[in-house]
T-cell receptor, first 114, second 112 residues
Framework: EAQVTQNPRYLITVTGKKLTVTCSQN?????MSWYRQDPGLGLRQIYY???????DKGDVPEGYKVSRKEKRNFPLILESPSPNQTSLYFC?????????????FGPGTRLTVT | DAKTTQPNSMESNEEEPVHLPCNHS???????IHWYRQLPSQGPEYVIH???SNVNNRMASLAIAEDRKSSTLILHRATLRDAAVYYC?????????????FGKGTKLSVKP
């Protein structure tokens, strides 16, 4: 089944403790992206990647890192999480390099930072 | 990307058609009209997209006004599973970072 998977689905952590949220897609998509969703603010893009080893900042990149060493994986790294990063995170992928076609989303990761 | 306007909420009865409107009066000639939906506790899901002509797929139909300043997503027979927030989004394919800008969308409730 074609899908985007994220792990973990739920995570509670403390301020400053490094964490990684994994994202993997099995559709051989070129484009991958991370969003965060907050009440009243909609989805905001954090980082995106048009291809392996090519990543770029989205609208809200501060406090986050990403890497794209393989086409299928696009982990999101929080080196020193803070409470304002408590949010619902979605990974997405798209066949087109620019991501303007249909985007497939993962199920989401709900992160709480205390 | 140009702005869209949608009603905050709509209600439908199960097995009846649903017409979800979207206004986009500032749409440019190269903007595609995309629809996504987000079911409770799930990630957004692609529904349909079009440029000028009406489009049909297994999930829905998209009717685009002749002047392209509005469009309507049509669910032919609503089911309880169609209860979700529906987002109308304009996408310009002329080189962007690919980010989807979701507005507030229309929350669709389906009554049995």
């Amino acid at each position: 089944e074609a899908q985007v998977t994220q792990n973990p689905r739920y995570l509670i952590t403390v301020t400053g403790k490094k964490l990684t949220v994994t994202c993997s897609q099995n559709m051989n998509h070129e484009y991958m992206s991370w969003y965060r969703q907050d009440p009243g603010l909609g989805l905001r893009q954090i980082y995106y990647s048009m291809n392996v080893e090519v990543t770029d900042k989205g609208d809200v990149p501060e406090g986050y890192k990403v890497s794209r060493k393989e086409k299928r994986n696009f982990p999101l790294i929080l080196e020193s999480p803070s409470p304002n990063q408590t949010s619902l995170y979605f990974c997405a992928s798209s066949l087109s390099t620019s991501g303007v076609g249909e985007q497939y989303f993962g199920p989401g990761t709900r992160l709480t930072v205390t | 990307d140009a702005k869209t306007t949608q009603p905050n909420s709509m209600e439908s009865n199960e097995e009846e058609p649903v017409h979800l409107p979207c206004n986009h009066s500032t749409i440019s000639g190269t903007d595609y009209i995309h629809w996504y939906r987000q079911l409770p506790s799930q990630g957004p899901e692609y529904v349909i997209h079009g440029l000028t002509s009406n489009v049909n797929n297994r999930m829905a139909s998209l009717a685009i006004a002749e002047d392209r300043k509005s469009s309507t997503l049509i669910l032919h027979r609503a089911t309880l599973r169609d209860a979700a927030v529906y987002y109308c989004i304009l996408r310009n394919y002329g080189g962007s970072q690919g980010n989807l800008i979701f507005g507030k969308g229309t929350k669709l409730s389906v009554k049995p």
